[in-house]
DNA sequence: CTGTATCCCCCTCGATACTG
DNA sequence: CAGTATCGAGGGGGATACAG
């Protein structure tokens, strides 16, 4: 329960673009939000396969967070087995433009990075 | 020295968000960034001027990383005072969808974050 | 299936002082 | 002016075990 936000606020004006970027300081936000965006709606296990990397605490994390921050909804249906679905709210829908850049420049120019390994 | 990059790789395919993202990783590079399509070329005590709460050290060392990354070019002119001019490489400009995609949103809805005062 | 709860490493970043 | 050097804290995040 820390959830302490980093309380950046570096700039005065115009640099909302640091709000924005605070949403994805998680390291896994984008990559949930992306998913969403392909898929609708997403079960935890969904996920799960969809980012096999993510550790299951860093996916609960981080699927809360977005969640506090009112850009993803979180439906538990009362079932045994128990089933939780996520999805994009209203709010979290506008991103769609911020993430599809991101993506659209990683599909382009990724490759073109250098490569600094260590 | 370190430098290390994350080496996160964590999705196989579709999956370039994350590493768009990485380029953001540093706390300010969004926001050197900014302020370059802003204004095309900065010296260093510019940037100082522009990001009162960057500190020299981190300021120094997010150039630096866009620089290896190829994202900014650093200009040192010999002369006394020293000065440098930083700039967007033809790489770098290639972001500006994505800059711009993330300073719109902020526009327009980081105000409707929930606030998290911890 | 969908999570909590711990433990703890190690990297990130701030503060401060010094340099060419 | 434009940086480096060093120190040190804090918290992000991985591994693992446990729970409803």
Same mark, same amino acid.
């Given at each position: 329960?820390?959830?302490?936000?980093?309380?950046?606020?570096?700039?005065?004006?115009?640099?909302?673009?640091?709000?924005?970027?605070?949403?994805?300081?998680?390291?896994?936000?984008?990559?949930? $939000?992306?998913? %969403?965006?392909? =898929? !609708?709606?997403?079960?935890?296990?969904? &996920?799960?396969?969809?980012? *096999?990397? +993510?550790?299951?605490?860093?996916?609960?994390?981080? $699927?809360?967070? %977005?969640?506090? =921050? !009112?850009?993803?909804?979180?439906?538990? &249906?009362?079932?045994?087995? *128990?089933? +939780?679905?996520?999805?994009?709210?209203?709010?979290?829908?506008?991103?769609?433009?911020?993430?599809?850049?991101?993506?659209?420049?990683?599909?382009?120019?990724?490759?073109?990075?250098?490569?600094?390994?260590?």
């Amino acid at each position: 329960m820390p959830r302490i936000r980093h309380t950046t606020l570096t700039c005065s004006p115009g640099c909302t673009v640091e709000a924005t970027l605070e949403l994805f300081g998680g390291k896994w936000k984008a990559l949930i $939000l992306y998913h %969403l965006f392909e =898929d !609708g709606v997403l079960r935890f296990s969904e &996920f799960r396969r969809r980012m *096999p990397n +993510v550790t299951q605490r860093m996916l609960t994390n981080q $699927l809360r967070e %977005l969640e506090a =921050d !009112g850009l993803i909804s979180r439906t538990v &249906f009362p079932e045994v087995p *128990p089933r +939780v679905e996520y999805e994009l709210t209203d709010l979290g829908k506008t991103l769609k433009p911020v993430i599809h850049a991101l993506k659209e420049w990683g599909d382009k120019y990724a490759h073109s990075l250098k490569q600094k390994k260590e």
